[in-house]
């Protein structure tokens, strides 16, 4: 029974050190959401005005630019999935690439070949031991991107496009990450980056609102040159940190999740241990107890 009770005592210790780093990284985790959050919050801006200054320089002329114009028959697509370099955040990275996974089925039974890009550990390791080719990757900066490291992503993906499909480029290029909607949840979604859908981006604006008109010079092709690579960057940096907020939104969840578990499991082994402990207690009397009836037992025979 002695060595029933220290095992239990001996798993306390371990599980009861298991909860404080549990509880450590759950705390790490709150912190850094909220600087993403802020962060997040901080891009959207640019990114949206951005945005509107493309479809307006985009409706205001009929220059054909692979920012704005749709191939005649698109047969070759990118797809860049953004994933994160630690685990220990649930079904984060998980639900990334099934979606990733899911949008490239479609591109394929669309006829297109599909080239995949990847930023973040997790998810080059997924396609590494499945075999499956990557265009490229890159990672180290998941947790706290920056814009440099946006540009970084950018400048591949921007030279895809503006290839002819003949020499390796593509016509199409998406992005699939997970959106930070609240603590609580995160939705893994794709969209298209490229090229941009001026029809959409005018169902999104405000109702009444009219885009400025606009004179170009030298010319609205010159001028889409110079936005295409700001546009691309803007919106894989908003994507990055919206994917950096949700990791870190998940480590928090499925960290306290597990120091509640250890909790919990402590709060049962130290039943399992103070019921070994009675029982150790309650054998040592029965000992005591009946070593003394016969000790009294022999005492009285001798006396006779």
């Known amino acids: ?30 912190s850094r959401v909220v600087k993403a959050q802020r962060k997040v919050a901080a891009s959207a801006p640019y990114a949206t005005e951005l945005t509107r200054a493309v479809t307006a320089v985009g409706t205001g002329s ?23 370099d630690r685990g220990l955040a649930g079904a984060f990275n998980s639900n990334a690439i099934k979606a990733a996974e899911l949008l490239t089925a479609r591109l394929v039974a669309e006829g297109k070949e599909v080239d995949t ?20 990757s890159w990672s180290g900066f998941t ?26 480029g593509v016509d199409e290029l998406h992005i699939v ?27 999104e604006a405000p109702k009444g609102e009219i885009l400025p ?13 110079a936005l295409l ?12 940190l919206q994917s950096a907020a949700s990791k870190h939104a998940a480590t928090r969840r ?11 499991l402590i709060t049962s082994l130290s039943r399992l241990a103070n019921a070994a402990r009675q029982a150790e207690i309650t054998q040592e009397i029965s000992e005591i107890v009946g070593g003394s009836a016969a000790l009294a037992d022999a005492t009285a025979g001798s006396d006779k």
């Open 62 to 84: 009929n220059t054909k630019h692979p920012l704005t114009t749709e191939a005649e028959t698109a047969t070759r697509s990118a797809v860049l999935l953004l994933t994160s």
């Open 213 to 225: 008109l606009y004179e170009f010079e030298p010319s609205a092709e010159d001028v889409l040159d």
């Open 143 to 168: 947790d706290e991107p920056t814009y440099a490291d946006a540009k970084n992503v950018a400048g591949p993906l921007i030279e895809a496009i503006e290839k002819d499909t003949a020499d390796g």
């Open 229 to 240: 690579p700001r546009y691309v960057e803007s919106r894989i940096y908003n994507a990055l």
């Open 254 to 264: 499925a960290m306290k999740s597990a120091t509640d578990n250890a909790g919990d």
């Open 177 to 203: 990450y997970t959106e930070f909607v609240s603590m609580m949840t995160q939705t893994a979604i794709d969209g298209r980056l490229l090229p941009l859908r001026l029809e959409e981006v005018a169902e």
């Open 117 to 136: 890009y990847i930023v973040g550990r997790r998810g080059l390791a997924h396609y590494n031991f499945r075999e499956r080719k990557v265009v490229e």
């Open 1 to 30: 029974m002695g060595a029933q009770l220290r095992v239990y005592k001996r798993r306390i210790r371990s599980v009861t050190a298991t909860k404080k780093i549990t509880k450590a990284m759950e705390m790490i985790a709150a």
